[in-house]
């Protein structure tokens, strides 16, 4: 069974505290005996015997024999252990973690995943996508990613499911050639302090082809409504550090405001209204991004451009100019 840091610190702690007031104890009696507790009850018990009070002293000698041997120092260590315990949980707790030997440095990196971050990955609220085209001029685009669709492979791949948004430039950077360069961060908003990255390369794996569908069956994926692919990274690299700066946040609950879009949009589609669909505005977010990177002559992205202008899109306005569905 192993035990957290803080744990071990505070029982540590709590030895110490233990050794040190119990050899303070045994100093003052060997020093001054007559401060002794047991030499205090003697000398009061006699006290009073000499002063004709014998029925009193016989009760107190009774009592100390009934009593146990338990000092006021036995009982200021045993508080001085529950507050140190108190005061890590709740106080400080971060700090000792801090002296654990994984996190004693500001930033440690690995090859591949650590095991020892596996559960703790899996349990993160929330986590950003990094993505960035070749081009010098282009811009790095950074989005947030909430809800339990997440999910690691081994320690040097992990997924997570793409939703349809506002825009598609993971999926375009990662479709540029060369590209494919993508990194992660999780924050730990609870709890010890700690920020994790995965740097690597992605490959999409697009909703309604073979790949996807042979993914999702062999890894068990719970699919929902809007999922537009399924990003699958190969990580060379990852890294921690300590997150000392980051503040505290309490989780309350995910939002399903995306969810019940998407599912109106899907629900649209069903109907036959397929210019105002789900898959019509998967493909016209695509299709911006791609255009963009039409504009540097990438190859790749001027072919899937010429495939949405071709006739099985001429219901979904992809043959048209570019235009976004309307607001419900």
Same mark, same amino acid.
């Given at each position: ?83 140190? &315990? ?6 400080? /707790? ?13 930033? /440690? ?10 559960? &703790? ?6 986590? &950003? ?45 990662i479709y540029e050639p060369g590209n494919g360069r993508v990194t992660i961060m999780f924050n730990a908003f609870e709890g010890p302090p700690r920020i994790v990255?995965? &740097? ?69 589609? /069903? ?54 569905? /309307?607001?419900?």
């Open positions: 069974m192993t035990f957290p840091p803080e744990f071990r610190i505070a029982l540590s702690l709590g030895v110490a505290q233990f050794l040190f007031l119990n050899g303070l104890r045994a100093s003052i009696t060997r020093i001054t005996p007559e401060l002794n507790p047991e030499s205090i009850i003697n000398a009061s018990a006699t006290s009073l015997a000499g002063s004709g009070l014998e029925r009193y002293a016989s009760q107190i000698a009774e009592e100390d024999t009934q009593t146990p041997k338990v000092t006021y120092l036995s009982l200021v260590m045993l508080v001085l252990v529950v507050v140190t &315990w108190c005061f890590m949980e709740i106080g400080c /707790k971060e700090t000792f973690y801090a002296l654990n030997e994984e996190e004693n440095k500001m930033g /440690k990196f690995y090859e591949t995943i650590p095991p020892t971050l596996y559960t &703790w990955i899996l349990t993160q609220k929330i986590f &950003w996508v990094a993505t960035a085209p070749l081009s010098g001029t282009g811009h790095v685009n950074v989005s947030p990613k909430g809800g339990p669709y997440f999910g690691l492979l081994d320690n040097r791949t992990f997924w997570y499911l793409d939703m349809t948004g506002s825009g598609s430039e993971t999926i375009s950077h990255r995965l &740097w690597g390369k992605g490959r999409v794996l697009e909703n309604g082809g073979k790949e996807f569908a042979d993914f999702v069956e062999r890894n068990h994926v719970q699919l929902v409504t809007g999922t537009r692919s399924i990003i699958v990274v190969d990580v060379h690299q990852a890294g921690s550090s300590c997150g000392f700066s980051v503040p505290f946040y309490e989780f309350k609950e995910f939002r399903e405001t995306l969810l019940e879009y998407n599912g109106r949009k899907e629900k649209k589609y /069903k109907e036959g209204n397929e210019g105002e669909s789900f898959p019509s505005l998967l493909l016209v977010l695509i299709r911006y991004n791609i255009e963009t990177l039409a504009d540097s002559d990438n190859r790749v992205a001027s072919n899937k451009l010429s495939e949405m202008r071709s006739p099985k899109f001429a219901n979904t306005g992809l043959d048209r100019s570019l235009h976004l569905p /309307k607001r419900e």
